[in-house]
């Protein structure tokens, strides 16, 4: 790692920071810095979008149809969030 900085967080910010690096097995120090270099990576206006999978393994997966969506493209998009979710129901 090279040279470290110093940075002033709120409390409650920092021991959330802290819960997440270590379920990642991170230190703190490592978590913080790569949450910046992802946000400084993105190109200005570009959009991030955070996902949660809060449904165990044995949860049933539900993929709604976009308005207008013909049967392909619903097929399609489906068969990516089942490869990207783990999900091969």
Same mark, same amino acid.
């Given at each position: 790692?090279?040279e470290l900085?110093?940075?002033?967080i &709120?409390r409650? #910010?920092?021991?959330?920071?802290a819960?997440?690096?270590?379920? &990642?097995?991170?230190t +703190?120090?490592e978590y913080?810095s790569?949450?910046?270099?992802?946000s400084?990576e993105?190109?200005p /206006?570009?959009?991030? #979008? +955070?996902?949660?999978?809060? #449904?165990? $393994?044995e949860?049933e997966f539900h993929?709604?149809?976009?308005? /207008?969506?013909?049967?392909?493209s619903f097929?399609?998009?489906?068969?990516?969030?089942?490869r +990207?979710?783990?999900? $091969?129901?």
């Amino acid at each position: 790692m090279g040279e470290l900085a110093r940075i002033e967080i &709120e409390r409650d #910010v920092a021991d959330a920071a802290a819960r997440r690096a270590a379920e &990642e097995g991170l230190t +703190l120090a490592e978590y913080v810095s790569l949450l910046l270099r992802r946000s400084l990576e993105r190109a200005p /206006g570009e959009e991030s #979008v +955070l996902v949660y999978d809060h #449904v165990g $393994n044995e949860g049933e997966f539900h993929i709604d149809r976009v308005e /207008g969506e013909d049967d392909e493209s619903f097929i399609r998009r489906s068969k990516l969030y089942d490869r +990207l979710f783990g999900h $091969n129901g």
